[in-house]
């Protein structure tokens, strides 16, 4: 069988027709977004082939749409060389209807029992092994039903592509056998091999466990009797040797001998620390003494070194202010020289300005008249924008213009919206009766649909009224509305009555910013820096003046310029001067400082060597020589009295070992006493129960028990022996079934890891295993993305099979390579194009730009006609 085309009508979100075909040999691929309906097409299919058309499980109401109806699907098929066309409607008028070539040749239970032949007789049919549907692609997904119906699906495939039906299922005979061994073995053990309760093999068990527990008990009361005869014997021979009169008294005088040594090392250790301490303060004498002579050599030297240098300081101080003072002399005389040229140069200044002003008094007359024209024309050109930017105020701006705009596509976007889904009624009048309905007042127009989002009462000239109550479509009037008040609400705060208006107020303002602008430019080439300006500008040109004498603008310029001249050269000579005093002064400031700092120093200088008194260097150094001549004393009697001290911690350890070895013959002796009295009488009370006696005969029974439990085990062993045998009989018969499916699996599986293989489960008839690089891995622990893999290899594997039996089935694949990384998807994409040499493969997926590469034939979701 191969599908050729697949249609859709009143199926979820496809209320109108829509067709997939002509679908080809080989692979086939559909790639659109999500929401686009593939699933849809995937459920679709899965329902004609399996649901009734009586049905109205929750699958198949799953299929209806949001508005109601009844789902119909229509698929064609190619089977035996010819054209086969299947169609099912559920819920309303329920139908199912086979034809071939346009003749139908099944219809009702007919068509149904048709469909089941075609796909093999079983619940199950071929899709429990080749069909994927999106969010199931491993091999043991879907609900219970789905998986068991799956399970016969591969039971059924393993029947038909072998030749011995019985030796692949393991044999009546076989299955007898191993039936009467598992009776027999459930007699002694349950079926996870443990004893079964009640049975002979648990009441050997329980007769041996109960004969050892007293073996073992009355053995160790045996065995503790003679524990405690052993235990008696040697507490009486360590009593007697701990109170023999000889060891007592030797322990005593080590113990003496110890407490003497020790006392006669912690004398020696006192006096060697009265010799350390001499020995510190010798060192500390000397380190005293030896620092003494040398604070006052470098205190000496300190001093002289100050007075000299104080003595040079004060000279070149001296030297600095006489340099000073020269410097300020000068400088004074520079200041009256600047103070002439200064007086000079200001009334060269006043000759020439009034030389400007007479000429300029002459030549202004134009100027003035020019500069009042463009004032007068200026305050035009300001008041006319001052109007026009008033008139702009009044309109809305493009910002609120917009705003409204798009208030108003919300509103008849709503509007559109609630009409979309309304009930519309459409007038065709006969000839001369146009007009004669009316919704109110207004007459409905000819042969154009008119939306009735609610109920409407239509007048009918001549006949009387109708009136149309649509059904219940969730018409949504809230959001025309809210859209309506929302526009309302922006109309308002501009007051204006509609858009219309609003538009035609925001053009008088754009008009009027218009106007404002050119005012603007004018004001703005005729007055740049504004009005003022112009007026200040006119104001500086002087009045011409009668009879004003001044003198020729040239001789009064050259007079200046050699005022200028003069001034300048006043001017360097004075800063130059003021320079010389600058640097005079610092040099001077200088050399009082340094002066300052050497007399500090020499006064500190003069303090430390001060702190000497009457010392001399003489006596510092012979102080030094007798500390020296001490230290060395002293440290030869330390480091005699060292060289025969005692080892002080040996001698501790040996008393504290001489005093442990007497407290602790004394702790046993308190011991061993009370042990001895509880051992004589634990002796005397167990020699009385006959214990020897009591375990020879527990022990003779625990014999017997034991070689019956074994007879049993045996027995137990040999049939669960049996049953092994039994179903590695079996299992050897089913790898005739898995034998194929392997030689199918080995190329596909080496196109993703080289040398893999994969093991079976023997109930579930699937992949229990992946083996890659010497490894084997559980299926269950796999990634998502292997598991995906091998799963679809598998499906393929199942298809090629299927085919071989005379079965052929397409592959439907619902997005089944979702966790599959870039570099194996083109090597799955490799496994598709490989088995679709002779098989028909369907992939449904969203994922165009990964999907691109595949290649195959392109299959497209159209719209159909209607069925007729």
Not at 364 to 379: D, F, K, N, S
Request: glycine share 6%.
């Amino acid at each position: 069988m191969k599908i050729r085309s697949i249609t859709l009508d009143n199926v979820r979100r496809f209320t109108d027709p829509v067709r997939v075909g002509e679908i080809g040999d080989g692979l086939n691929v559909l790639c659109e977004p999500n929401e686009q309906g593939k699933s849809t097409l995937f459920d679709a299919i899965q329902a004609l082939f399996f649901k009734p058309h009586g049905s109205r499980d929750k699958e198949v109401t799953a299929l209806r749409p949001h508005a109601g109806g009844a789902p119909q699907v229509t698929i064609e098929i190619e089977a035996d060389g010819r054209r086969f066309t299947i169609r099912k409607r559920w819920l309303q008028k329920p139908a199912a209807t086979v034809h071939r070539d346009d003749a139908l040749i099944a219809q009702a239970d007919e068509a149904e029992a048709w469909i089941a032949d075609l796909l093999g007789g079983d619940a199950g049919g071929p899709s429990g092994l080749i069909w994927v549907r999106q969010g199931m692609t491993d091999l043991t997904g879907g609900s219970t039903k789905e998986q068991k119906a799956a399970l016969e699906a591969r039971r059924d495939l393993m029947s038909s592509v072998g030749e011995e039906v019985e030796a692949m299922t393991g044999g009546r005979r076989m299955d007898s056998a191993l039936a009467r061994c598992r009776e027999e073995l459930a007699a002694y053990a349950t079926k996870t091999g443990r004893p079964y309760a009640n049975g002979a093999w648990k009441t050997a068990l329980d007769r041996v466990d109960t004969l050892t527990e007293q073996r073992d008990a009355l053995a160790a009361t045996a065995e503790d009797l003679r524990g405690a005869l052993a235990e008696r014997k040697r507490a009486r021979r360590d009593l007697r040797e701990l109170e023999d009169p000889a060891a007592a008294e030797s322990r005593r005088k080590k113990l003496e001998a110890a407490r003497a040594a020790h006392t006669a090392a912690e004398r020696h250790a006192e006096e060697l620390d009265a010799e350390a301490r001499k020995l510190d303060m010798a060192r500390l004498t000397a380190k005293h003494a030896r620092a003494r002579l040398d604070g006052f050599r470098e205190a000496l030297k300190e001093e002289t070194d100050a007075t000299e240098a104080a003595a040079a300081a004060e000279l070149a101080a001296g030297n600095k202010k006489t340099a000073l003072e020269t410097a300020r002399a000068a400088k004074e005389a520079t200041e009256r020289d600047l103070d002439s040229a200064q007086k000079a140069l200001h009334s060269a200044e006043a000759a020439r300005t009034l030389a400007l002003r007479a000429r300029a008094a002459r030549d202004g007359a134009g100027r003035r008249r020019e500069l009042e024209q463009r004032i007068t024309e200026a305050e035009k050109a300001r008041n006319a924008m001052e109007t026009a930017t008033a008139a702009a105020l009044s309109g809305p701006d493009a910002k609120t213009l917009k705003q409204i705009e798009a208030l108003a596509t919300a509103h008849a976007t709503a509007i559109a919206a609630r009409d979309a889904t309304a009930t519309q009624i459409i007038a065709r009048y006969a000839e001369g009766r146009a007009g004669a309905i009316r919704a109110g007042d207004t007459p409905l127009p000819d042969d154009q649909p008119v939306p009735l989002p609610r109920a409407t009462r239509l007048t009918i000239a001549g006949i009387g009224e109708l009136e149309v109550r649509p059904g219940d479509a969730r018409h949504d009037d809230s959001t025309v509305e809210a859209a309506a008040a929302a526009l309302r609400k922006a109309l308002d705060a501009i007051g204006a009555e509609d858009p219309d208006a609003a538009r035609s107020a925001a053009a008088a303002r754009t008009e009027a910013e218009r106007r404002a602008g050119e005012a603007k430019a004018v004001l703005q080439s005729l007055a740049p820096d504004g009005i003022d300006p112009l007026r200040e500008a006119l104001a500086k040109i002087p009045q011409e003046e009668e009879d004003a004498e001044a003198p020729d603008p040239e001789d009064a310029e050259a007079a200046l310029e050699a005022a200028r001249a003069a001034h300048d050269q006043a001017r360097i000579a004075r800063d130059t001067a003021s320079d010389r005093v600058s640097d005079a002064r610092e040099a001077a400031t200088r050399a009082e400082t340094a002066l300052a700092s050497l007399r500090d120093r020499l006064t500190r200088a003069e303090d430390a060597l001060a702190k000497y008194g009457s010392n001399t260097e003489e006596s510092l150094a012979s102080e030094a020589v007798q500390a020296a001549e001490a230290l060395e004393v002293a440290e030869k009697i330390h480091t005699e009295k060292a060289s025969h001290a005692p080892d002080l911690a040996g001698i501790e350890a040996a008393l504290n070992r001489a005093a442990s070895v007497d407290q602790g013959a004394r702790d046993e002796i308190a011991r061993l006493k009370p042990l001895l009295a509880r051992l004589d009488e634990r002796i005397t009370r167990s020699s009385g129960d006959a214990v020897e006696e009591r375990l020879t005969e527990t022990e003779e029974a625990l014999a017997a028990a034991t070689a019956t439990l074994a007879r049993i085990e045996h027995e137990v062993a040999v049939l669960q022996r049996l049953e092994k045998a039994l179903e590695a009989a079996r299992t050897e018969a089913r790898e005739r079934y898995f034998t194929p499916i392997a030689q199918e699996l080995k190329p596909l599986l080496q196109l993703l890891w080289p040398e893999a293989e994969l093991t079976w489960g023997e109930d579930s008839l699937l992949p229990d295993a992946l083996i890659r690089d010497g490894q084997e891995e559980p299926i269950d622990i796999l990634s998502g993305g292997t598991q995906e893999q091998v799963a679809l290899l598998v499906r393929l594997a199942f298809a090629r099979m299927l085919a071989a039996a005379g079965r052929v089935a397409p592959v439907i694949l619902d997005d089944a390579l979702v966790f599959t990384d870039d570099d194996r998807i083109e090597r799955m994409f490799d496994a598709l194009h490989r088995q679709a040499g002779d098989l028909q493969i369907i992939v449904l997926t969203c994922r165009q730009r990964a999907f691109r590469d595949l290649g195959g034939k392109a299959l497209r979701l159209i719209a159909a006609e209607p069925d007729s």
